[in-house]
T-cell receptor, first 113, second 116 residues
Framework: EAQVTQNPRYLITVTGKKLTVTCSQNMNHEYMSWYRQDPGLGLRQIYYSMNVEVTDKGDVPEGYKVSRKEKRNFPLILESPSPNQTSLYFC????????????FGNGTRLTVT | GQQVMQIPQYQHVQEGEDFTTYCNSSTTLSNIQWYKQRPGGHPVFLIQLVKSGEVKKQKRLTFQFGEAKKNSSLHITATQTTDVGTYFCAGPGGPRSGGGADGLTFGKGTHLIIQP
């Protein structure tokens, strides 16, 4: 089954404790992206990657890092999480042709205390 | 940079009534996409519009792309409880990019609440 898999689904952590949210897709998509969703603010892009070893900032990249060492994986790293990063995070992928549709993972709800 | 505005933010309807959400962009869009997110779920792609003035239908859902390719609408006829959720429009580019980035900018969504 074609899918985008995120882990974990829920995560509670404390300020400053490094964490990684994993994302994997099995559709051989070139493009992958991370979004955060907050009430009243909709979906905002954090980082995206056009292909292996190619990443770029989205609209709200501060406090986040990403890497794309393999085509299927695109982890989101919070080196020193802060409470304002409490949010619902979605990973998404699409193929690299034009503006094809995004396939989203099930989301990771992160709480930073 | 490019912004996508979506109204209304919330819409309460009685089951069986119609529903419309509107999307407006500050710049001309090469295409616009619509997504639906059920409560507790993730956004799911519904449709993409590319041509000026394009109209597409999916059962009770009708999608339109404006002639100037700066606005779009989603209309649902005779809503059902299964239509509950948040509907997002999305266009290429982002606030930092001026339309040239490789991401999608999402509207803030319209929450559809249906009262039986």
């Amino acid at each position: 089954e074609a899918q985008v898999t995120q882990n974990p689904r829920y995560l509670i952590t404390v300020t400053g404790k490094k964490l990684t949210v994993t994302c994997s897709q099995n559709m051989n998509h070139e493009y992958m992206s991370w979004y955060r969703q907050d009430p009243g603010l909709g979906l905002r892009q954090i980082y995206y990657s056009m292909n292996v070893e190619v990443t770029d900032k989205g609209d709200v990249p501060e406090g986040y890092k990403v890497s794309r060492k393999e085509k299927r994986n695109f982890p989101l790293i919070l080196e020193s999480p802060s409470p304002n990063q409490t949010s619902l995070y979605f990973c998404a992928s699409r193929n690299g042709l034009g503006w094809s549709s995004l396939h989203f993972g099930n989301g990771t709800r992160l709480t930073v205390t | 940079g490019q912004q996508v505005m979506q109204i209304p933010q919330y819409q309460h309807v009685q089951e069986g009534e119609d529903f419309t959400t509107y999307c407006n962009s500050s710049t001309t869009l090469s295409n616009i996409q619509w997504y639906k997110q059920r409560p507790g779920g993730h956004p799911v792609f519904l449709i993409q519009l590319v041509k000026s003035g394009e109209v597409k239908k999916q059962k009770r859902l009708t999608f339109q792309f404006g002639e100037a390719k700066k606005n779009s609408s989603l209309h649902i006829t005779a809503t059902q409880t299964t239509d509950v959720g948040t509907y997002f429009c999305a266009g290429p580019g982002g606030p930092r990019s001026g339309g040239g980035a490789d991401g999608l900018t999402f509207g803030k969504g319209t929450h559809l609440i249906i009262q039986p």
